[in-house]
């Protein structure tokens, strides 16, 4: 397992790439939510000075309280006013936010389409699973509280400070003094809070990966009587992942309370000055000519002036969460699709069967060391092709590439005459029909898995497609025969049932093009005869491409390839 120490520090420009994202609409949204928010604390400002004034006249001038009404009466104007402010500040900042992350996990979910199974399976069902849930979501809080809040901390500070220099010029002085602490610390204490909150996304990464691996094989952890470990790593890695969250929270309140500290002392040494200057015990400045409405005033402002910068602090940790999300993000949005371009416009699969011509075909790993080199082979409308070879020889990859899934390093594939690349997005895969060694099934009855080879497919031609494949042999001996239930992966039949399901589920769909990889492979004796009696009655009704290791089985296709004599050297 990775250690803390081997997770290198994010590239720099995160902070721009997020900023990037915001589109020109989300962009308004959040001007107007700042402009909410400024507003809001501007009626602060109007709500203290008129309790100061208040309290003035009526302590000093002996005003009567019934000429008081109006003053009072703006008073509790201000109080809807002021949270009707800040109310439409959250919407709009949520909802510029949401709109973000929303467009963001569309480019994910058509970067995870263009990547392919080919591409995704290189990247990891954990790590590309929390980048579209957890890390997106982290997003959230750096532009809904964040980004306002930065404008927010710096407009309604100095706007507080205005106002006091207006009224005392030192107590103005010694606020702006001391406002720059608070950011100075909460820079200082976000730098180790960013580090923290990357190793956590990390950590998530490595538990989410881990713990769908131990789902997947827990079947095999079973056998081999492996549970009790596979429990006792859960729990250690679990608990690991439970004390680097706490540590989070740990660098969050030790940050807070560092900022609460210095906004207290501030505020206390302007009160120290104010009473010292009421009292006539300091004689510096202006203070012999503070009044009570002047004394009040700055005194019910002070707290506000470091208000915004400790909220900013708060949400600072949204930021950091944010540039530790946003390394996974991006890392996703980077993988280069190793998938050929679409045209959108392109064409799309006959209904019949269709010629597949190869020419000069190279593939290559991913780091551009080539594996396969100068495959060519013309496979007619109808007929069927053989692709043999030692495991390593490329069989699964050309099978990849003739389905669009990779694209070539040199040479081209036409299918119907038409370039791979020339299908539009689903225009091929409409017309391909794929059955692999490990045949995905959903969870649902038998009938409705067979269904979606057609989902249009009348019931008579559902049972046609299931007794061709063997399907209804063990079906009939089930209490609900084709509607019985079963569950993630096939759970409820064996491997060899499951394969059926998804022969009769490609039988169904009727496609011009079959391409089979190791149909046969870790299927009993039975399940195999069966297997092979319907992929025999395909040929002649469909362009067949299989690729196996057991050649033998297949002795009724009529071309062959061994995919050793087109071996890079």
Known sequence: MQTDKTIPTPPQGDAAWLFAQIDPGARRQLLFATGAGVTAGWLAIVQAGIIAWLVH????????????????????????????????????????????????????????????PVGLAGIGAGHAGTALLDQLNALEGYYARFLPQCLLALILPLSIIAVALFLDWLAALLLLLALPLIPLFMALVGMGAEAVNRRQFAALERLSGFFLDRL????????????????????????????????????AFLSSAVLEFFSAVAIAMVAIYVGLGLLGYLTIGPAPELTLFSALLILLLAPDVFAPLRELAQHYHDRAAALGASRGIRELLDQPSIEPPRAPDGAVMPKTPVPVSVHDLGLAYAGGNRFLTGLHFELDAGSSLLLTGPSGSGKSSVLQAVMGLLA????????????????RPGGLESGIGWLGQNPRLLPGSLRDNIRLGDPDASDA????????????????????????????????????????????????????????????????????????????????????LVASHQPDQFDWIQQRLDLLDYAAS
Not at 85 to 98: E, F, M, N, P, Y
Not at 228 to 240: E, G, I, L
Request: with cysteine.
């Open 57 to 116: 006249v009526l302590l000093v001038s002996g005003t009567d309280v019934a000429q008081l009404t109006t003053a009072f009466g703006l008073w509790l104007l201000t109080i809807p006013l002021r949270s009707g402010g800040l109310a439409v500040r959250d919407q709009l900042a949520l909802k510029a936010a949401l709109g973000i992350r929303e467009r963001l996990r569309q480019r994910l979910m058509r970067q995870a389409i263009g990547l392919g």
């Open 216 to 251: 997947q094989g827990l079947v095999t952890l079973r056998q081999l009587g492996r549970g009790p470990d596979t429990v006792a790593q859960m729990r250690s890695s679990t608990d690991a992942y439970r004390r680097r969250t706490m540590s989070v929270l740990r660098v």
């Open 408 to 423: 070539p390093d040199t040479g081209g594939i036409r299918i119907g005459g038409e370039s791979v690349s020339d299908f």
């Open 461 to 544: 031609r559902i049972e046609e497609a299931a007794e061709a494949a063997g399907v209804t042999r063990f079906a009939d001996a089930l209490a609900a025969g084709l509607d019985t239930e079963i569950g993630e992966r096939g759970a409820g039949i064996s491997g060899g049932e499951a394969q059926r399901v998804a022969l009769a589920r490609l039988l169904l769909k009727q496609p011009p093009l079959v391409i089979l990889d190791e149909p046969t492979a870790r299927l009993d004796p039975e399940s195999r005869r069966l297997m092979l009696n319907a992929l025999r009655r395909l040929n002649g009704q469909c362009t067949l």
